[in-house]
């Protein structure tokens, strides 16, 4: 009986080998490469889907998929040409399920779509220096209703404030659990949306009262947050920005955030300002305004200046924080640990 057994395990293996070998025999027939298809291309641009037909096979029909959504079938090998314009920036598959001969078989391809143009430079001057909490971690930076709203991070550290911004002093404080590494906070109709690093957990607050409302869980880390008056945009250090609900709290949409060159990663804490997205990118002394329909990076700040004009300290760290202030349409500028902050205008 146990060489019954052996054997037809044996058996099945080689089945299944011969299926793949044959799978892959299909799949070598054919190919979607071609000329039109480079590794990097921008919206504006189109693609050629059509087959290399290595060996002249008899083909009945193609169905062409972009990202798994179908976008066309043609009979025979026809061209099926794919304009880029209403496509997301970032990575894009595509796959051709092929007909022929009485068999199928599907295959893959890939590539990037970039933004069109590279980002504007544009420069700032420094209205107003005021004083940081220097042991402040800050993650989170907004106004509202006048009061400036921090969140802090670190383990046993993380917090939710209102501070004075004109003398750095913390008006009111809640504290995290220990568990919880404090990230990026907004606020949206009233309701505070704080977010944890690691721990796959958000809060909502009354804003008023800093009264904890409820909980909510999400897949990725937690980083930058903002929102448009409606919806909520959260970062998790990659280059995806997520569109969430603010309902139900689950993520609707996303962009993937670049520039015509290369991908920008590290997209962290966020604020919405007249229609954009201005984020920092972790460890870059950086802001970067962000398209949110497309992702495509519009223009850039360079605020390393900053950092030299802050108290050189061992905890110093990364450049993170941007409050707007609407009734002076200033931006308040900080960073982690830094002992100020600044009110600065972009020209």
Known sequence: ????KLFAFIALGVISNSCKEDENALKNLF???NASIKPILKLEESIDLVLQNKENKTIDSVVYYINEKRVGSVKGNEKLTFALKNQKLGNQSIKALVYFESKNIDISTSFSIYASQEPKILNYSIVTTYPH?????TQGFEFYNGTLLEGTGQYKESTLRKTDYKTGKVTEQIKLEDKYFGEGI???????YQLTWKENTGFVYDAKTFKLEKTFSFETQGWGITNDGEKLYMSDGSEKIYTLDPVTLKVVDY????TAGSKIDSINEMEWVNGKIWANVYQKDVIAVINPKT???ENV???ADLKTKVTQHPELDAFNGIAYNPSTKTYFITGKNWDKTFEIVIE
Not at 255 to 258: A, C, L, P, R
Request: net charge neutral; with cysteine.
């Open 255 to 258: 962009i993937s955030v670049y």
């Open 1 to 4: 009986m146990f060489k019954l």
């Open 133 to 137: 909490d220097i042991n402040a971690y």
């Open 186 to 192: 907004t606020v949206l109709k009233d309701k505070i």
């Open 301 to 303: 700040i360079n605020c």
């Open 31 to 33: 190919s979607i490469e």
């Open 295 to 297: 992702g495509a990076v």
